[in-house]
C-alpha cells in the first residue's frame, strides 16, 4: 500500500495532480449545481408572485 | 439543425433529456478510466510512474480546447446573427473552459518538474496554451464586466473570435516549432502510438471529461436561462413589488 502511493518517488507530484484536478472539478461541480438550484427556485417563487 | 436547436426551450428540452445519461457516462467511465490508471496501467519505461498524470493532463488540454472551439462558434454566431442562445452557451462554457486550461497547466508543471526538470519553460505549446487560459479570463471578465450582462456580450464574443486564431496554434505548435513539450500521440498519421494497456484509460478518461464538460455546460446554461427569465419578469410593468 506504501508503495502504491509512493508511485515510485514520484507521488507527491502525481497525487498532487489528481488533488487539483478533483479540487477544481468538485468546486466547479458544486458552484453550478447551487447556481441552477438557486436560479430555478428564485425563478418559481417569481413566476408564484406574479400569478 | 441550427435554426431548430436555437430555440431555447427546444434546446433545453434535449439537454435536459440527454442530462442524466451524461452524468451516468461521467461515473462509469471516470471510475474505470481511474481505476485502470492508478492500478493497471504499467508506469512508462521512461517516466515511471508521471506518467499517470496523463490520465489528467489529456483530457483537461483536450476540453480546454474543444471548450474554446465551442466558445469561439458561440461567438460567431452572436457576432453574425445576434442570438441569445450562442451568448448563453459562451458564458456557460467559459468558466468550465477556464478551469480546464488551468489544470492542463498545473499537471503539466507537475510532470515537467521530475521529467524535464523545470515547473515551466517558454516552449510554444506551453506559451500558447497560457495563452488560451487568457483569451477565457479575458471572455469571462468582458462579458460580466458590465453593470448590464447584455452589454458585455458582443465585445466579449468578438474576443472569443479573435482568440480562435490561438486554436491551431496550440495544436500545431509541436509540429510547428522544435518544442520541448512531445507531438501528439493519438491524434497523428498512423494511428496513436501508445500501448492499449495504457491507451485504454486514457481513452476512457476523455470519454469522462467529455461528458462531465457537457454536464456542466448544460447545468450553467439552466441557471443562465432561469436568470434572464428572472431578469425579465422583474422588469416588465409591475414586476417591482
Known sequence: MAEFFDMGGFGGYIWTSYGVAVICLGWLNYASWRKAKRTAAQLAELQDSNL | MFDYLANPSRFMRIANRLFWPLVAVTVITGAIGLYLGLFVAPADYQQGDTVRIIYVHVPSAWLALFGYVGLGLCGLFYVVWRHPLADLAARAIAPVGAVFALLTLITGALWGK??????????????????????????IALANGFDRAER???????????????????????????????PASLLRRG????????????????????????????????????????TTLLLRPGGFE
Not at chain 2, 118 to 135: E, K
Not at chain 2, 201 to 229: C, D, G, K, N, T
Open chain 2, 152 to 182: 458585455g456580450s458582443r465585445p466579449a464574443a468578438l474576443l472569443a473570435l479573435v482568440g480562435m486564431i490561438n486554436v491551431p496554434i496550440v495544436k500545431f505548435s509541436v509540429d510547428w516549432w522544435n518544442t520541448l513539450h512531445q
Open chain 2, 191 to 230: 494511428g496513436p502510438a501508445i500501448d492499449p494497456s495504457m491507451l485504454t484509460p486514457l481513452v476512457l478518461m476523455l470519454v469522462a471529461a467529455h461528458a462531465y464538460f457537457a454536464v456542466l455546460v448544460i447545468l450553467r446554461i439552466r441557471s443562465l436561462l432561469a436568470e434572464r427569465r428572472i
Open chain 2, 114 to 139: 521530475p521529467m524535464w526538470g523545470a515547473w515551466w519553460v517558454w516552449d510554444a505549446r506551453l506559451t500558447s496554451m497560457l495563452i488560451l487560459f487568457f483569451f477565457y479570463l479575458g471572455f
